[in-house]
């Protein structure tokens, strides 16, 4: 099976991000150890699955490069929220994203059609 992805950074922290209101990514803590390993993958921090949410705008889920699943990544949340603006899921400017952590709300700063600044309310 072919997955697409798009690999972007927040400061220094790389992951790969997968679309899943367009495709189903089976086994995610398999696939980041082996695309996040940087002599043999793509590398990466790991992976983020960008899905639909029933009580957000969209729900991250985030897995490191050893497999397991993390709560949440504040520079990895940014990337979810340009993400969704940019690849036309949403058009709000002001997001709420669904977490382990709980639910984060993100302000997306727009030029010209494309997210040019995230923040995120961390808690």
């Known amino acids: 099976m072919k997955l697409n992805f798009t690999k972007m950074h927040g400061c220094g922290n790389d992951y790969i991000y997968f679309n899943c209101f367009e495709q189903e990514v089976m086994e995610p803590e398999a696939l980041s150890i082996r695309l996040s390993d940087r002599h043999f993958g793509i590398g990466g921090d790991g992976i983020v ?46 997001l709420a994203i669904e977490t382990l952590a709980g639910i984060k709300y993100l ?17």
């Open 107 to 123: 302000k997306l700063q727009v030029e010209n059609g494309k997210v040019t600044l995230v923040t995120v309310d961390m808690g």
């Open 49 to 94: 699955l960008i899905c639909p949410s029933e009580v957000a705008d969209a729900k991250m889920r985030m897995f490191n490069a050893d497999g397991s699943e993390g709560k949440m990544c504040g520079n990895g949340i940014r990337c979810v929220g340009k993400y969704v603006y940019d690849y036309g899921l949403t058009n709000k400017t002001e």
